[in-house]
């Protein structure tokens, strides 16, 4: 792992803040799409165009790995890359929408958690919970901490709630390339892996699943869902580490 290819250049932060200032945009705009009755697809296929047309940006997804849609969208029991499709949202489906483009160059990573129609009281609490715990893991990040320390944080979030952590898929290094190392683990021991510096750049982005967390990939290759069929929720920053602590590079515009 070469410490210095994961630290950017001031210039290099900048045109990532771009990116993934424009990356949450697109999620600010879908907001009010989510509703019972609308496809993935058609969410999809909105989010392609306003990242084309009005952001005049790349949707990076498309052709990564073969992958032919701009977002994933990983309903109820999704864990992560789920495909868009044609199936409709129910009323009271959970969704996480991931979506990432690029803007000169630079990635831009984010994703977050919506609601079709009013959720159950569970899937509202491991929606919240989840939250808390990006949070929780994103507040640690300064100079001289450790990815181990940021992935404590998080852990104790998911387990005081009484939630599991996917240990399978991670954060990771972001910036001309779209995963770099490092890789992010969302559980950890304090003190332990990577000394955090200041100019690296990496998502955080833990999902955690309302029962167990095993979890299998469906046929298609790319779907993760959880093996149990229990909900699952993730959200994604995009984080710089700054001089004396953080930025995240992709705030959304309402500031939740």
């Known amino acids: 792992m070469n410490n210095n290819r994961m630290i950017k250049t001031p210039e ?28 993935t697809n ?31 969208t990983s309903v109820n029991h999704v864990i992560c890359h789920g495909i868009p499709s044609d199936k409709a ?57 450790t990815l181990g320390d940021v992935g404590y944080a998080i852990a104790a979030v998911a387990k005081r709630d009484g939630f599991s952590i996917v240990e399978e898929y991670c954060g990771h290094g972001i910036g001309m390339g779209y995963h770099e190392d490092p890789q992010v683990l969302h559980y950890g021991e304090k003190g332990r892996g990577l000394v955090l ?13 309302a029962g167990k967390k095993q979890n299998k990939v469906l046929p ?17 920053h995009m984080v710089a580490v700054t001089k004396d602590g953080y930025e995240i590079l992709t705030p959304w515009p309402e500031h939740d």
């Open 89 to 145: 949202l129910k009323k009271g489906d959970i969704v996480n929408i991931d979506v990432a483009l690029i803007k000169d160059g630079w990635y831009g990573d984010t994703s977050r958690m919506y609601y079709a129609g009013e959720p159950g009281i569970l899937a509202r609490r491991l929606t919240d919970t989840t939250y808390e715990a990006m949070m929780a893991g994103i507040e640690v990040v300064r100079p001289g901490a």
């Open 197 to 209: 510096q200041e100019g690296m750049l990496f998502t955080i982005e833990p999902m955690l699943n």
């Open 42 to 72: 058609e969410l999809d296929r909105i989010c392609h165009d306003f990242i084309v047309n009005e952001l005049k940006a790349i949707p990076a997804n498309i052709g990564y790995h073969g992958y032919e849609k701009t977002t994933c």
């Open 220 to 236: 298609d290759g790319w779907t993760v869902v959880t093996k149990d069929h229990s909900l699952s929720a993730q959200w994604e």
């Open 12 to 39: 290099g932060i900048s045109k990532a803040r771009i990116a993934g200032k424009l990356a949450a945009r697109v999620l600010h705009m879908i907001t009010p799409y989510v509703v019972p009755g609308v496809t």
